[in-house]
Each structure stands twice: as structure tokens, then as C-alpha cells.
């Protein structure tokens, strides 16, 4: 029982993390009303499958490895950061590109699947958010039961989140209206991922 506050604080934390936007959002967002309501449900379980390899590793004491070892963090500040750039410059170049959407081809989950794990464990900011937060809530000593549940519930908020995204953005409506501006919709949230990967890496000197 006494486990209860602990395990509460950190999805209470996470909770709020998540709903932020940022580049896991834009990535949903795009993948759903682009492609199929399945592509987008398995981008967020990418996700999930991403918050859920950080609390893994939360758990097994990410702080201190990124405390006590400086250049990891900044390596990869560096590497996630070129990653979203490079994401981002790809759907930029593409912008222009007619999209036709037919929802009777068969879909790519594992694309999308990848490309969602891919976008959440490039970003080094989830990585310490994950490790303070853990930090801060975790007992000094708790049980494997605990750690179990904790990690089914990461999993939980941060696919069941990205899910509610893909449902809501994959619908008639809000897919017509990214049809009809999509050039200026991946330009925008292309330059979003640049300027966010660009600034990451820069970063990555201090």
C-alpha cells in the first residue's frame, strides 16, 4: 500500500509530460491524417513501446549512467537531434508531393510502428524527464510487482494518449482539411521538427 503515492506521482508527472506538445505529436499527428487509423495506432504504440524502454531504463538507474558519464547525454542531444532535423527536412522536401489516400491498401504498421519508437527514444528530453521524474517518486526499495505495474502503466499513458490523437486526427473531417492545405501542413510541421532537431543538436556544445 505504501507503494501507492510513489506509483501515482510518477504517472501523475509523465501524465502532464505527455500531452505537451512536441515532436512525438507532430509525428502522430502527420502519420494520422496521411495515412490510415492503423498506421497511426501503431506509430503510438511506437510511442509506448519508446516510454516504455525509458522507464525500463529509469528504473535501472538512467540518472546517475547520464550523471556520471557527461559526453553520453551530449552524444545524444547530438544524434536525436539530427534525427528530428532529418525527419523533419524529409517532410519538408515532400510538401509538395500529391497525397492520395486509399484506405483499401494495405497499411505498414511496422513502418509506422518503427517511426513512432524511432521519434520517441531520439529525443533526449523524454529520456531525462523520464529520469527525474523516477528519481524524485521512486522508493529507495520497492517491489518487482511494483516495477511491473509501473512500467505496464507507462506503456498504457503514453500509447493510450498518441492513440486518442490518431483517432481524432484519422477522422473524415480533420483528414479532409489536411488534404486541402497539406503543402503548408508539412512545411509548418516540418519546420517545427528542423528548428527543434537543429536547436537539440546545437545544444549538444554546451
Known amino acids: 500500500m ?18 505537451s506538445p512536441g515532436p512525438s505529436f507532430i509525428m502522430i499527428a502527420r502519420t494520422a491524417a496521411a495515412g490510415s487509423r492503423a498506421d497511426g495506432l501503431a ?32 552524444g545524444l542531444k547530438l544524434a536525436g537531434g539530427l534525427y528530428l532535423a532529418y525527419l523533419g527536412l524529409r517532410l519538408w522536401l515532400a510538401a509538395r508531393q500529391a497525397l492520395q489516400v486509399d484506405l483499401q ?14 521519434t520517441q527514444v531520439s529525443n533526449p528530453k523524454t529520456a531525462l524527464v523520464y ?15 511494483f516495477g511491473a505495474a ?14 486518442l490523437v490518431a483517432v481524432a486526427l484519422s477522422s473524415e473531417r480533420p483528414r479532409a482539411a489536411y488534404l486541402r492545405c497539406k503543402t503548408w501542413a ?21
Open 131 to 145: 529520469a527525474g521524474v523516477f528519481a524524485a517518486f521512486l522508493p529507495r526499495e520497492f517491489s518487482p510487482v
Open 186 to 206: 508539412d512545411r509548418l510541421a516540418g519546420g517545427a521538427l528542423m528548428a527543434l532537431g537543429l536547436r537539440l543538436a546545437s545544444s549538444a556544445r554546451a
Open 105 to 118: 491498401v494495405p497499411v505498414r504498421t511496422r513502418r509506422s510502428f518503427a517511426l513512432g519508437f524511432a
Open 43 to 74: 506509430a503510438a504504440l511506437g510511442m509506448g513501446a519508446g516510454g516504455f524502454l525509458f522507464g525500463l531504463l529509469a528504473l535501472a538507474g538512467l540518472q546517475g549512467l547520464l550523471a556520471a558519464v557527461p559526453a553520453l547525454y551530449l
Open 150 to 163: 509501473l512500467l505496464a502503466s507507462v506503456f498504457v499513458v503514453e500509447a493510450g494518449w498518441y492513440a
Open 2 to 19: 505504501q507503494e501507492i503515492w510513489p506509483y501515482l506521482g510518477i504517472l501523475a508527472a509523465l501524465c502532464v509530460g505527455v500531452v
